[in-house]
């Protein structure tokens, strides 16, 4: 191997590895709150994050972009809540956060993550502060009578 193409293989090495790694932390911190809402909503609830794909409905710029997108969403019954978008690097940070894609699109970003404590940090103010967007939700959720289960003719089973 010459020395370029060893000194390209180290770079994406570690380009990956710092992407792997900010991804890691991100799905971490989700999974974490994603209990934490389970559990306060006795399992009506969860949070979910997910990838957004270019062509699921979404703004077509992001087939262009570099970037990979995440979607935090809180899922309960059929009703799915957009909560915060992440947009992470091919170098993993800074991970930027934005309300929305469109808001993405312009470059119109909420917060800069710099490091797993960042992200972290974040979510703890997200599920501190009374007027955010996940704590209204759940808060709206928590108001109404959980759903009873529907019977069907299937759950009368005689013998």
């Known amino acids: 191997m010459n020395d370029l193409e060893e000194l390209?293989?180290?770079?994406?090495?570690?380009?990956a590895s710092n992407f792997d790694k900010a991804v890691k932390d991100l799905t971490e911190a989700a999974n974490?709150?994603?209990?934490a809402v389970i559990n306060q909503t006795k399992t009506r609830a969860r949070i979910v994050?997910?990838?957004?794909?270019?062509?699921?409905?979404?703004?077509g710029w992001i087939s262009l972009s570099r970037n990979t997108y995440f979607r935090l969403t809180i899922n309960f019954g059929q009703l799915n809540?957009?909560?915060?978008?992440?947009?992470?690097?091919?170098?993993?940070?800074?991970?930027?956060?934005?309300?929305?894609?469109s808001l993405m699109e312009e470059d119109?970003?909420?917060?800069?993550?710099?490091?797993?404590?960042?992200?972290?940090?974040?979510?703890?103010?997200?599920?501190?502060?009374?007027?955010?967007?996940?704590?209204?939700?759940?808060?709206?959720?928590?108001?109404?009578?959980?759903?009873?289960?529907?019977?069907?003719e299937d759950d009368d089973v005689s013998f």
């Open 49 to 59: 994050l997910e990838k957004v794909k270019s062509g699921d409905g979404v703004l």
């Open 8 to 15: 390209l293989q180290k770079t994406l090495q570690k380009a």
């Open 108 to 152: 119109v970003y909420e917060r800069t993550l710099q490091d797993k404590q960042s992200i972290t940090n974040f979510f703890k103010e997200m599920v501190s502060d009374p007027e955010s967007e996940l704590v209204m939700r759940l808060l709206q959720l928590m108001r109404e009578p959980p759903e009873k289960p529907s019977k069907s």
């Open 32 to 35: 974490a709150i994603s209990h």
């Open 81 to 101: 809540q957009d909560i915060v978008f992440f947009e992470v690097p091919p170098s993993g940070y800074p991970i930027l956060t934005a309300q929305s894609l």
